[in-house]
């Protein structure tokens, strides 16, 4: 079945260490999206790309990178780890449409749960 | 800024029972879409059911209806014939229909309990 995946479902990592989270899709969709959620809030976009274009949102720390080294794969660079970090990460895809059209639905993958020690 | 506003942190219904939970939303665009998730403990959000702000009518998709006032900027999701099964965190959300890749802006959830 085509999906959504998100390894490792649980990660955990030092303050200051650098981590990698990874985020693939069989869909062959164009947009991937990382979402923060952290406990009992709601999901936050961080940011997203569109093809290779990538889209930070504005209140998105610098902290936070992304690569995307082709469509089916996407990651998530968290360069300095802080306790306020720990959370759970969603990958999410879309095919994306032209503007005005109606929105493809975002798939989302099981999330991968960040813990910083 | 839009902004997604689930006033009901946890919700409890008996199996078989109709359920409604709240959504409000603060936007001063006039053309936008509205969704229901649904995410299961230790599974993947899935989507319930999507609006377009520009249809009047209600979306329904099978036991699950929305009830959506533009002007009230309010949207509400019905479940109706309740089923264990349902159980699950539901997060209302917000998108603009600009380009195809926005992302989707989300309230905090309602922790939803079906009683059997």
């Known amino acids: 079945d085509a999906m959504v995946i998100q390894n490792p479902r649980y990660q955990v990592t030092q303050f200051g260490k650098p981590v990698t989270l990874s985020c693939s899709q069989t869909l062959n969709h164009n947009v991937m999206y990382w979402y923060q959620q952290k406990s009992s809030q709601a999901p936050k976009l961080l940011f997203h790309?569109?093809?290779?274009?990538?889209?930070n949102e504005a209140d998105t720390p610098d902290n936070f990178q992304s690569r995307r080294p082709n469509t089916s794969f996407c990651f998530l660079d968290i360069r300095s780890p802080g306790l306020g970090d720990a959370a759970m990460y969603l990958c999410a895809t879309s095919g994306g449409r032209p503007s005005g059209a109606a929105p493809n639905e975002q798939f989302f993958g099981p999330g991968t749960r960040l813990t910083v020690l | 800024a839009q902004t997604v506003t689930q006033s009901q942190p946890e919700m409890s219904v008996q199996e078989a029972e109709t359920v409604t939970l709240s959504c409000t939303y603060d936007t001063s665009e006039s053309d936008y879409y509205l969704f229901w998730y649904k995410q299961p403990p230790s599974r993947q959000m899935i989507l319930v059911i999507r609006?377009?702000?520009?249809?009047?009518q209600n979306a329904t998709e099978n036991r699950f209806s929305v009830n959506f006032q533009k002007a009230a900027k309010s949207f509400s999701l019905k479940i109706s014939d309740s089923q264990l099964g349902d159980a699950a965190m539901y997060f209302c959300?917000?998108?603009?229909?600009?380009?195809?890749?926005?992302?989707?802006?989300f309230g905090k959830g309602t922790h939803l309990i079906i009683q059997p």
């Open positions: 959300a917000y998108r603009l229909p600009g380009g195809g890749a926005d992302g989707l802006t």
């Open positions: 790309y569109y093809d290779k274009d990538f889209n």
């Open positions: 609006q377009e702000a520009y249809k009047q």
